[in-house]
């Protein structure tokens, strides 16, 4: 027997360690060329929202796009997959998961790059206009490709896969956000942190066991069968990525504007699809909602959780298999998602509402999102933590 003990958990939190080191030497790089706009509000709520999934709210370093791209194709592709039935997502190995998610996110970048090079001012001397914004785009679409590869790479090498990198720019940003902004004298926002604190944990900590029967288990443990949701379906899930998908309504519009520029209705729609417009609050808050009842549906998708329990012969305690056992799962996962959605957006629907009535400053408007993001990062991260623990702890009898 090999009793030496393997160290899966220091090797990966070393390697996590170095992604974090490598994407934070990348943020200090600077854009060539580009020029600091003193016109740019880096405190805004559309600003900070940004630093979510780049950290790098004034937009001038390799890693403007930071890893939206990644997060945005990581969406669009499982929801691709999503709607395939289980046999044919059988047949789609990791790496072709893996492979499509970064050709998505190419196109990703490349439009996000092309879209943001125009926002950003220039030096005069650094050269011909066209020539300084090609290589902007070149090193913003270098730099989403290099934190999709460290993501992709920390997911099977590291803890966490994208969420370090979350994790560290919330932090940075939050942290630099409190000071500038005097953060604990708006007593309303602070109690609204505490409670989107509280409210996320409970969340992400706490299930639902529907008791089961299983016709395979006649033992003392047969009564102790029963399958979990969490009150939370997908966690802090849906306000992560409708931070990075409401980017992509946000380019898109922008870009129409610089193609029609004398397009009035497409001006004002630009004008107001930021997070201090009711326009912009109205479309983020719906996307919270949506992407909640979305994932839930198709990542837990009770329709084939019902039809595999069928087939094994193993049915809820008190309930037919089939249709009813398919309602009723249905209803617990649209219930929650909507619930878990509606909190999450209801705070922030209160606190982008203070924003807009000025009674705290803009920059903290997305404090309650970020404490969210940050506790339902932390109880995921020692989750799988514990997980590699106990697994360094009885590897050797394997």
Known sequence: MDMRQPHELRNRLLFTFLVVAAYM??????????????????????????????????RMTVMALGIAPYLNASLLVQIIFAFRNSTSRAKISKIQ??????????????VMAIVQSYGLSYRPDAGPLWLVRTIVILEMFGG????????????????????PIILLNI???????????????????AILCLVAIAGTAYMENSMIKV?????????????QNYLAYKRAPMGIMPVMFASSAFLLPY????????????????????????????????VYLVL?????????????????TAHQMQRNGDSIVGMYAGEQTRRFLTGIVLRWSLISGMLQACCMAVSLALSMREMIPAALAMNPTSMMIITSIVCSLVQEIASYYRYDAYRFFM
């Open 97 to 110: 998961s893996d492979r499509w998610m970064r050709w998505v996110s190419v196109v990703f970048s490349v």
């Open 288 to 304: 919270i909602v949506v992407l909640a009842v979305l994932f839930s549906f198709l990542m837990l998708n009770p329709r084939e």
């Open 211 to 223: 008791p089961l029967q299983r016709v395979s288990i006649h033992n003392v443990h047969a009564d």
């Open 144 to 163: 989403a490709m290099l934190a999709s590869l460290m993501c992709l790479q920390n997911e099977r090498h590291g803890v966490g896969a994208s969420m």
């Open 25 to 58: 030497l990348c943020r200090s790089i600077l854009l060539y060329g580009v020029a600091a706009d003193e016109t740019t509000d880096a405190s805004g709520a559309q600003y900070f929202l940004s630093t979510l999934v780049s950290g790098d709210r004034y």
């Open 171 to 189: 932090a940075l940003s939050l942290f630099q956000n409190m000071s500038a902004n005097h953060f604990f004298e708006f007593p309303a926002i």
């Open 251 to 282: 380019y898109l519009v922008h870009m129409l504007v610089s193609f029609y520029p004398q397009n009035a209705a497409l001006v004002s729609i630009s004008d107001n699809m930021v997070l201090t417009r009711p326009l912009g609050v109205a």
